[in-house]
DNA sequence: TTTTTCACCGATAGTACTATCGGTGAAATT
DNA sequence: AATTTCACCGATAGTACTATCGGTGAAAAA
C-alpha cells in the first residue's frame, strides 16, 4: 500500500474528480432520471451532505461535466485529425474525414450515448452539451467536405452542404453506435459506408453546381473556400 | 350548447384519451422526467388520485403510449406507401423509398422526438418502443432497396445493406427534425438529399455484388444497371 | 322507485430526494 | 504548542411524487 501523502487540497480534488467519474458512470448506465446526489456521492464514497463541498447542486456538477466531455471530444477529434495528417493518406483524405469523428466518438462511449439522449430531451441540463457537441460534429463535415473541393456558393448549395453534413453526422452517430453494440465490428467498414453515402450526395452538389439549372447568374464565383477545413476552431495547439 | 348524452362509459373512455393527449403533450415539451400523475392528471382535468382509476400506474400509461404511437406510425408508414403506389410516380420510386419514412415522421413530430430521445436512454420505459420503431424503419429501407434490385447475397453485404439502412434511417430522423425546426421547409430537397445519399452507398453495394471478388478494380466508369434505380435521377437533365 | 355501480373526489401515509444545519478531527497555519 | 481552517459527517426540515383510502353523486340496473 503506497502511503502518498496527500495535502488537502489534492485530495479534496480527487474527491471531486470521483464524483465527477460517478455521475458520468451513472448517467451512463441508468440515464439522467437515475441520477441523484444520494447515489452520486455513495459512489464516490462520501456522504450525500459533502456533495455539496464541491458542487453548488447537481446542475453545477452537470456543468462542468458537460464542460469537460466536450473538451474531451474536440480532443479527441484535433488527435485524431492529427495522427491523420502524419499517416500517409493523401488517398484516403475523404475517408478519414469519416474517420476521425467515428474514433473519436468511439473513444468515448459514455459521452457519445449521453449526447445523443440529452439532445432531443427539453428536460436534460445536458442538452446545450449535446446540440454544440453535434454542431461542432456538422461543422467539422461540413468544413472537411468543404476543403474537398465542394463550395457552397449560393444559398441553396450551402443550404444542401449543411443538410448533407447533417445527415452524415446522424449516421455516423448511428454506426459507431452499431460498432460500440458489437454489430459493426470493423470500423474501417463503417468509415467505408460513410464515404459511399457522402459520395453519392457530393455528386449531387457537384452537379448542381457546375452545371445550374437556372443559368440566370453566370457567374461562376468560384471563391475559394474557407481555406482551412477545421482547423480554424481550433487551431490552437500550433504545429 | 352541444348535449350530448354520454353514457358512463364513453365519458369514461374520453378521459382516459385525456389522459394520454396530456401524457404526449407533456411529454413532448418537458421530457419523460417532466411527467408526473400529477401532471399528468391536472392537464387532463381530473384529480391526481383519479389517474389510477384508468391505469394501474404511469408505466402502464407509458405502455400504451407506445403501443397506440406505435400503430399510428406503422399506419402513417402505410397509408404514404399506399399512395405513393397510387400515384404516377414510376420514375422516382427510389426517391418515394426516403419521402415516405420522412413523411410519416414529419405527420407525427412528437412521436418522432420522443423516440428519439428514449432509444438510447437506458432509464425510459419507452426504449422498446423506440427500439422496435427505429428496427422498423431500418427494416423498411432495407427492404425497399432489396426492392430496387440491390440484393445481398453474402454475409458481407447483407451487413452492408444493413448498415446503409440503419445510416440512411438516421439521417432521416435528423433531417425531419430539421425540417420540423425550420431549418429546412422543403420536404422534398430532404428526400433528394437522402437519395443522394443512398445512391452513393448503393452505387458502393453494387459494385461488391456485380463486379468479380477483386478489390483492388478501382471505381468503374460504366454503368451496369441491373433494377435502374438511378436513371430516373431527378428530371435528369444532362446539362 | 329503489338499489347498485362506479368515475371521480379529497385526504393522507409512504417514499425518495434536496439542501442546510451544527459538530468533528486532522491538516494547515500561526 | 496553540490556533485556525475545512472536508467530511449525521441529522433533519422541506419538497415532490406515488398509491391507497373512504366518501359522494349521478348514471345504470333492478
Redesign the interface.
Known sequence: MTTPPLSRSEAKDQTRRRLIRAALAILD??????LSTVKVAKAAGIAQSSFYVHFKDMQDLLRVLAEEGGERLRGAMREARRKAREEPGDLDRHRDTFRIPLEASCRHPELL?IQ??A??????ALRDFAVRTAAAYRDHHAADLAALGYTADDERDR??L???A??????T???A??HLEGR?PDLD??A???T?????????LR?EA??P?HPDRSEPAHRPAPADPAAGEQRGDGG
Do not use: F, V
Open positions: 448506465q441508468e440515464g439522467e432520471a437515475g450515448r445523443l439522449r439532445r432531443h430531451d427539453p428536460s436534460s443550404r444542401r449543411e443538410m448533407i447533417e445527415g452524415i453526422n446522424a449516421a452517430n448511428a454506426l453506435i452499431g459493426y467498414e463503417c467505408d459506408i460513410l459511399a453515402l457522402s459520395r453519392g450526395a457530393l455528386r449531387l452537379h457546375t452545371g439549372r
